[in-house]
């Protein structure tokens, strides 16, 4: 490469190479937390003011706070961690962001070079732990390759299927004067994602479309993933085709909620015209959508009669839980936008009555309400969790600012994706793959830091929020104005639930006794506390919420024995839903088979 | 409908050009067992020293759903330039060597040498008492050799596992 031998600069040190990289990377904020092995990047950090540094309060808040960032504004999320601990406890992070496929670069110190292997202090063999938990990993073992790894790290990221990319850097390398070199010119050797879909499989798949009777769109976090303009391609070709359209929990927001064709989440927790119009259908078109369990429930009875398309950017998602019949690999975007196009100029005809019929169908799946509830309103009522999420949503519609919405993980996170609609994407933000409970606090972080002027709402659970409150101290120092809106019923809600409807109502270990005040926790933390236990006080506490330009806990007193549904037993098909008891006429027995299941 | 097309296992003989650098291997291992993946046999050694690229020959078996994750997910590797299918992708030679020792005397000594002989097996080493036999071949004639030096005194065996290429003109 004698191009870039002539551009080789000697920098005094690899920690200034590492800053220069990120520069020419974009990198404008870093998620971390110091320790002995990464003192020369923050010894080089404190010596320039291009790029900021977040110091959160615990090494996997960096990367929920970094992936936080990267889902709300479709950059590459950046964590800056020591080694040993430091890089442990970002494991978790880092499997978090592999599962919802979220581009970001984390940077772990490591002992020098001389010492790897020796059991040195704070010494873990950070690469081998974190191999399965990254998309891809490196050890930086000579100055000369720092800046090509990475440059080559925000590639490998940020390329395809976007995940988590980690680069273990010794202390020497960080210390010793080490060369720069700019980003390549030339595609990587070996890592090069296919983006633009095969035509032939394209023009098969409009074939198949345009002969469907029961046709559905199943769009994933993939179409979230590729940018706006899959979005924009994926509304295009739902209103021109007249399909029905249902999303994964991570999909949320990539189709909106508003338009009369959305039926609405699917899976688990989905809802009854989704899910049995998945049940139903005899095309299903799949986008960026990767047939998770919680989505297709026992598989041998996943959508029987239907043909199946499947766009994704990973091969290895296509045939890996389903069978399908049209495999296209590519970029969602791309591929939406060649569907339509096709649609447009292949000669046949959709069958529009047989769809008009369909639609009719649905529209009775529809009429049984499936998310409703019963809030009584008189004065005292115990506050519903739903309908405290549904008055959160109305009273934040009339906000002329962007609104984001993370969650933690739990009953109140399936609640939230029910009854908080979402208009666009990259504004619900929700650990999908993984089911990281604390992510919700950090991940807020995260997305208020990348926007300081938008409305936050992390919609927690009171298990959840502990694991991870020891952020509001980075709350606090940052004057993050995040809203932290606790559904409190005082149990590890979806726990107790698979309790009661599983395990006999023996909950064991599910109640959380010695719950902390979390209106005096917030003053601790020098934020705004508040609380409503009953109906009369819930919309007081939200419009106070609201107006509040300061972080606000609202510990919300809810009803402790509320279920979520719809809900498909674990081991049962899509049309073996649990309604509510609202509407209860089906308990469908759980298997011993379905029990072995999670 | 589709789910349970094709539920019966096949072998596979894989090939990977891997990026010959740390951690490579350790890459392709922990995919089979994270995944839960069989390997039958795996065997790796550096084939071009100036691209610095390693050949990577594992026999695996499984459904074809199954076969086909093994290679996408081996294909998205990101040292990863090329996962050929060898036995799908058309006619292959595949080949193992063994090392075989023998502890015998007498009759069975003559017996041993004779059946190596006829198996094409060298005799690398040797004293009064043992032999050992090298031995190339498909993994199916190995077992056949071992199977006839069992009764004989076989003592001990070290095998390469399969090193596997394509037939005529065709290149990885």
Wanted: hydrophobic share 40%; proline share 6%; net charge negative.
């Amino acid at each position: 490469m004698p191009a870039n031998e002539e551009q080789r600069e000697i920098h005094r040190s690899g920690a200034e190479v590492l800053l220069r990289a990120l520069k020419e990377q974009g990198v404008e904020v870093i998620f971390g937390y110091p320790g002995g092995a990464v003192l020369p990047i923050y010894d080089a950090i404190f010596q320039q003011n291009a790029i900021r540094h977040i110091l959160v309060r615990h090494e996997q808040a960096a990367v929920h706070a970094a992936e936080g960032y990267a889902r709300s504004t479709g950059r590459v999320g950046v964590v800056l961690v020591t080694s040993g601990p430091g890089a442990t406890n970002a494991v978790t992070g880092l499997a978090d962001a592999l599962m919802d496929s979220i581009p970001v670069v984390c940077l772990t110190g490591q002992v020098p070079t001389h010492l790897i292997g020796n059991d040195a202090f704070q010494e873990a063999d950070t690469t081998g732990i974190t191999r399965p938990a990254t998309k891809h990993n490196y050890l930086v073992k000579r100055a000369e390759d720092l800046a090509r790894v990475v440059h080559e790290a925000f590639y490998v990221a940020k390329s395809g299927r976007p995940g988590p990319v980690l680069v273990d850097l010794p202390k020497d390398i960080l210390i010793n004067p080490a060369p720069y070199t700019p980003p390549p010119s030339t595609p990587h050797p070996s890592y090069r994602p296919q983006l633009d879909p095969d035509p032939a499989r394209i023009a098969e798949a409009v074939a198949l479309l345009k002969s469907a009777k029961r046709p559905i769109v199943y769009a994933g976090g993939g179409v979230i993933n590729s940018g706006e303009a899959a979005s924009a391609a994926l509304i295009e070709f739902v209103r021109a085709s007249n399909f029905p359209c249902t999303t994964t929990l991570m999909g949320l927001g990539a189709f909106p909620a508003s338009e009369p064709q959305f039926l609405g989440m699917l899976g688990m927790h989905g809802t009854y015209e989704a899910n049995l119009a998945m049940h139903g259908c005899d095309v299903m078109l799949a986008v960026g959508a990767r047939f998770d369990d919680r989505v297709t429930g026992k598989l041998a009875a996943f959508s029987p009669h239907s043909r199946k398309i499947h766009i994704d950017i990973d091969p290895s998602s296509i045939d890996k839980n389903v069978k399908v019949d049209v495999p296209i690999v590519g970029d969602a975007g791309r591929a939406l936008m060649a569907l339509l196009e096709e649609w447009r100029a292949s000669p046949g005809r959709p069958d529009t009555k047989a769809i008009a019929d369909w639609w009719r169908q649905i529209d009775q799946w529809r009429a049984r309400d499936c998310l409703r509830f019963h809030q009584p309103m008189q004065p005292g009522s115990v506050i519903k969790p739903q309908h405290a999420i549904r008055r959160l949503y109305e009273l934040t519609r009339g906000i002329d600012r962007e609104l984001f919405v993370t969650t933690e993980v739990g009953q109140h996170q399936m609640w939230a994706a029910q009854h908080f609609p979402f208009e666009r994407p990259n504004r619900w933000l929700t650990s999908g793959g993984l089911g990281t409970m604390g992510y919700g606090l950090p991940a807020a972080v995260g997305v208020q830091v990348a926007h300081p002027d938008a409305l936050v709402i992390d919609i927690a659970g009171e298990a959840s929020i502990l694991m991870n409150i020891q952020e509001m101290s980075t709350v606090a120092q940052y004057r993050l104005p995040v809203k932290i809106f606790i559904l409190n019923n005082e149990y590890m809600g979806m726990v107790r639930q698979w309790q009661e409807l599983l395990h006999g109502g023996r909950y064991s270990e599910s109640y959380t006794a010695a719950l902390p005040d979390f209106v005096q926790l917030a003053q601790s933390f020098h934020a705004v506390g508040l609380r409503a236990k009953s109906i009369e006080e819930l919309d007081d506490v939200i419009r106070e919420m609201l107006a509040t330009d300061r972080a606000v806990i609202a510990d919300i007193m809810v009803d402790q024995k509320e279920n979520c549904f719809p809900m498909i037993p674990s081991g049962a098909a899509h049309n073996e839903m649990i309604l509510g008891p609202e509407q209860e006429e089906s308990a469908a027995g759980i298997t011993d088979e379905g029990l072995v299941l999670v | 409908m589709a789910n349970s097309s094709d539920n019966s296992y096949r072998s596979a003989t894989i090939s990977v050009l891997v990026d010959n650098e740390a951690g490579v291997l350790a890459r392709v291992i922990g995919l089979f067992s994270g995944r839960g993946y069989n390997i039958d046999s795996l065997t790796v050694a550096p084939v071009d020293p100036e691209r610095k690229q390693s050949r990577i020959n594992i026999v695996t078996s499984g459904t074809e759903m199954v076969i086909g994750q093994i290679k996408a997910q081996l294909s998205r590797l990101v040292p990863v330039h090329r996962v050929a299918d060898l036995g799908l992708e058309g006619p292959h030679v595949a080949r193992e060597m063994a090392l075989i020792k023998v502890i015998c005397s007498g009759e069975k000594r003559t017996e041993a040498l004779r059946l190596a002989d006829a198996f094409r097996a060298r005799v690398v080493d040797a004293t009064t008492g043992s032999f050992v036999f090298e031995m190339t071949g498909t993994p199916d004639k190995l077992d056949a050799f071992l199977e006839l030096m069992q009764p004989l005194g076989l003592a001990e065996v070290s095998r390469t596992g399969i090193a596997a290429i394509a037939r005529g003109l065709k290149t990885i």
